[in-house]
């Protein structure tokens, strides 16, 4: 297939070279200057998206989003497949695919989850929304940038189910921090706090899979002084777009907000900018009750 990729950063890049690896004639656009293996640079959105049977655009929130569907949408060959992997809002996922269903194209939003490794070593997971004629049509490729699409329903809900696995991952990150801390002052070894609860009813992938405690459980960022990973200010991002969407639906999140709250404060008010979403840990353990 001829792809064009607009959006070449940290996930963009190694999935545009992935769909090159796999065969496709992949060519690129990013703002900034870029280098991808396999593939082909344009000189703007618009000539990257012209005459391709997919497009793909990976970028960092829905303004941006709504730019560059402006730009391309105009461009693009009708009945291509607009495939949004970005992670936005549900409004702005909606309105571009309504954009381009008008200029008969097939929209599918399509964000992803499994980070930057994901994404380099084509595990990621894709949860998508749009018609199935568009989801058959991009599907394959699905499969070479990842290890499993799940076709959620019409345009949205793949942003849809994106934010709600976020909102469980932020929550759970911070119920999982908070228990740490509370063990550490009830004198509970880490260690024995992992074996117990990795295999209780509080395991979870923040506990077995994404351990916040250094030296304990797999290797993750916080081995690393929590260097990301994930960074604290993108889970931020996740957690605003589950409140600005449950706002709009209506949906009783106190939790999903108490987790907005203290993100918000973690990164805007002390330590967290540039830290891994799990040194919620060390935070948690600098502070008292009060
Ligand atoms: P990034 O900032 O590394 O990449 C975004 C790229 O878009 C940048 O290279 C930027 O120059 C480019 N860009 C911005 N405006 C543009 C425009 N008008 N035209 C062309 N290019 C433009 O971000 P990322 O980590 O690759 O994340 C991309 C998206 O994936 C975000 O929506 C993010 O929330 C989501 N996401 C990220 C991760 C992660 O772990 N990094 C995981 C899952 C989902």
Redesign the pocket.
Known sequence: MKIGF????????PMAANLAKAGHEVTG????P?EIEGVALAAS?AEAAAGKDVVVT????GQ?LR??AN?IVPAMDKGAAFVD????DVESARAVAEQAVAAGLLPVDA??????G??SGGTLTFMAGGSAEAFAKVDPLFDIMGQKAVHCGDSGAGQAA?ICNNMILGITMIGTCEAFALADKLGLDRQKMFDVVSTSSGYSWTMNAYCPAPGVGPASPADNDYQ????AE?ML??LRLSQQAAEAADADTPMGQAATDLYTQFVENEDGLGMDFSAMLPRFEKRGRS
Request: glycine share 22%; hydrophobic share 45%; with cysteine.
């Open positions: 607009i959006g070449l950063g940290n996930m963009g890049g656009f990013d703002m900034a870029v959105g990976m970028l960092p929130n941006i730019a560059v730009e992997c970005s992670t936005v964000p992803v989850s499994g980070g930057v994901g994404a994106k990301p990973g994930f960074a993108l991002k996740d």
